[in-house]
């Protein structure tokens, strides 16, 4: 089916304007911000669409993997009451934002503003000043080195926690003390689905059309 002229003109909202896939959770059409080497924290801005630079990439620490967001995804209700049921913790909110996801791949992309076909293959469980922020990891599809991997615990250990401890340290600074984020558990594939699917639904519920 062929897209209507004025639909042509303009730029569709990463975010909004794209869809998951039309075999999510299974396989996912990904909005890629930041790449190995980025020395800037770059994030989708939610009104406009385009990247801006969120921070600078705080001392030593860059992003080992590709990192982005699941299109029309929404972290609420549903995904910090799942964070809830799986780690026993209260009060947790969802972090506003689209779900977020790392994605594993031999080759070199030299920048992000990008989409890619990727299968999710696990996650880790985050809570970032008490919200669920839980960070899926996937594989690039047709990947030469990873696109065989299933499942998480197939994943080079090394890079995995190469990737924990990105998150768990790029907003410390030295002089404080206070913990500001925790990862609690990592899942598999199966739980992965789980999440994108109660993201999906939060989506639906915060931005679906009536």
């Known amino acids: 089916m062929k897209q209507k002229p004025e639909k042509l003109l303009f730029k569709s909202h990463p975010w909004h304007g794209i869809s998951p ?43 080992p993997v590709l990192y982005g967001f699941i299109p029309q995804t929404y972290c609420a209700e549903e995904v910090a009451g799942f964070c809830m049921k799986q780690t026993g913790k209260q009060n947790i909110k969802g972090d506003g934002d689209p779900l977020d996801i790392c994605i594993l791949t031999d080759r070199h992309i030299p920048r992000g503003d990008l989409l890619v076909e990727a299968i999710p293959v696990g996650g880790f469980r985050m809570i970032d000043r008490g919200e669920a922020d839980d960070k899926i990891v996937a594989v690039l599809k047709g990947d030469h080195t990873y696109g065989h991997i299933k499942d998480i615990s197939e994943c080079p250990i090394q890079l995995i926690k190469r990737i924990k401890h990105y998150f768990l340290t790029y907003k410390d600074d030295p002089d404080l003390k206070e913990e500001l984020v925790l990862i609690t558990d990592e899942y598999g594939q199966n739980e992965a689905r789980q999440i994108i699917q109660a993201s999906l639904r939060d989506y639906q519920k915060h931005y679906g059309k009536n």
């Open 21 to 63: 896939g039309k075999n999510a959770p299974v396989e996912l059409r990904c909005y890629i911000e930041v790449v190995p080497g980025d020395e800037m924290k770059y994030e989708i801005d939610k009104e406009s669409g385009y990247l801006f630079v969120d921070r600078p990439n705080t001392f030593s620490n860059t992003m």
